[in-house]
T-cell receptor
Framework: RKEVEQDPGPFNVPEGATVAFNCTYS??????FFWYRQDCRKEPKLLMS???SGNEDGRFTAQLNRASQYISLLIRDSKLSDSATYLC??????????????FGTGTRLKVLA | NAGVTQTPKFQVLKTGQSMTLQCAQD?????MSWYRQDPGMGLRLIHY???????DQGEVPNGYNVSRSTTEDFPLRLLSAAPSQTSVYFC????????????????????FGPGTRLTVL
């Protein structure tokens, strides 16, 4: 079982739709959480961090449930430009005393005109 | 700021050849790392460095070497390329720090280079 799991999709949604992605993590020592966006054949870029109380950035809302060890990302009013792969990322202590960023395999979103 | 730069963008090697993937950042980040991305696997950490002169292994270090002589540069060397090393390689950098505040440490953004697509025949 992967330490960070995501539904790979693809999620095909019409423009204007609301879509939600979930991500689960298995290591209870996980400390910080992020959603990254990766366009086709490009590098990942930070979309938003996920704070304990949940947070919103425009059409994007991120939630964290530490008890159930999952993170969610909600995209409202989807745009064509939202088409990408969304990576769930978890930061936790490593055995060497530093921190590791563990990446999920990503969820593909395609927004259709 | 150029951010994180990588060269080359594409490379084809024959089995057994060696080469160096270059990575540089101009953000004065202490932490730099190399990942490989393969279909269905997510990004996996190859090697990382917490500062000049300090490197350590990630989860898939075999067949790769790194060094960190300056804060800016973190090259990745393939010693004897194998087809299993066909992948997309990303270099990343970030601030270090392990604070508990929202504004420090815990939420350090990783900045990625544009990637190197490597094919080993």
């Amino acid at each position: 079982r992967k330490e960070v799991e995501q539904d790979p999709g693809p999620f095909n949604v019409p423009e204007g739709a609301t879509v939600a992605f979930n991500c689960t993590y298995s290591n209870s020592a996980s400390q910080s959480f992020f959603w990254y966006r990766q366009d086709c054949r490009k590098e990942p870029k930070l979309l938003m961090s996920v704070y304990s109380s949940g947070n919103e950035d425009g059409r994007f809302t991120a939630q964290l449930n530490r008890a159930s060890q999952y993170i969610s990302l909600l995209i409202r009013d989807s745009k064509l430009s939202d088409s990408a792969t969304y990576l769930c990322v978890v930061k936790r202590p490593s055995t060497s005393g530093t921190y590791k960023y563990i990446f999920g395999t990503g969820t593909r979103l395609k927004v259709l005109a | 700021n150029a951010g994180v730069t990588q060269t080359p963008k594409f490379q084809v090697l024959k089995t057994g050849q060696s080469m160096t993937l270059q990575c540089a950042q101009d953000m004065n980040h202490e932490y730099m790392s190399w990942y490989r991305q393969d279909p269905g696997m997510g990004l996996r950490l190859i090697h990382y460095s917490v500062g000049a002169g300090i490197t350590d292994q990630g989860e898939v270090p075999n067949g790769y070497n790194v060094s960190r002589s300056t804060t800016e540069d973190f090259p990745l060397r393939l010693l004897s390329a194998a087809p299993s090393q066909t992948s997309v390689y990303f270099c990343a950098s970030r601030q270090t720090g392990a604070g508990t505040s929202r504004n420090t440490g815990d939420y350090n953004e990783q900045f990625f280079g544009p990637g190197t697509r490597l094919t080993v025949l």
